[in-house]
């Protein structure tokens, strides 16, 4: 809805894309991205519906290397981490994940925010 944020999970990390509402936003080119974990829609480019998951199953490396690119030097580099859906912090049987680390998002200093 307007005036409310846009959010969108990749490798179960949830980002705040307001700020790319031209992008993101009700209309524009990628919304179909927004609201879940289009994990495997970013990794293969796709905003086809069966991509718009979380699940990396059967991806080439060409795959993976592409999502990791578009992970750390888009998403993470440029939109504020909000954060993570339930796959990312617990584990299958709904236990937590001891595991877990939040990401680091070097690129933001909270001075350059305000």
């Given at each position: 809805?307007?005036?409310?944020?846009?959010y969108?999970a990749?490798?179960g990390?949830?980002?705040?894309?307001?700020?790319?509402?031209?992008?993101?936003?009700?209309?524009?080119?990628?919304?179909a991205?927004?609201?879940?974990?289009?994990?495997?829609?970013?990794?293969?480019?796709?905003?086809?519906?069966?991509?718009?998951?979380?699940?990396?199953t059967?991806?080439?490396?060409?795959?993976?290397?592409?999502?990791?690119?578009?992970?750390?030097?888009?998403?993470?580099?440029?939109?504020?981490?909000?954060?993570?859906?339930?796959?990312?912090?617990?584990?299958?049987?709904?236990?937590p994940?001891?595991?877990?680390?939040?990401?680091?998002?070097?690129?933001?200093?909270?001075?350059?925010?305000?």
């Amino acid at each position: 809805q307007e005036g409310q944020p846009i959010y969108l999970a990749v490798k179960g990390v949830v980002f705040d894309v307001t700020s790319g509402k031209e992008f993101y936003g009700k209309g524009a080119p990628y919304n179909a991205l927004v609201g879940k974990d289009s994990t495997r829609g970013v990794a293969k480019m796709s905003l086809d519906p069966a991509d718009l998951t979380h699940d990396i199953t059967g991806l080439t490396e060409e795959e993976l290397k592409s999502l990791d690119d578009t992970f750390n030097n888009v998403y993470k580099a440029k939109y504020p981490i909000v954060g993570y859906t339930s796959r990312r912090i617990l584990n299958e049987d709904g236990s937590p994940n001891l595991e877990f680390k939040p990401e680091d998002q070097p690129h933001f200093n909270i001075k350059d925010e305000f």
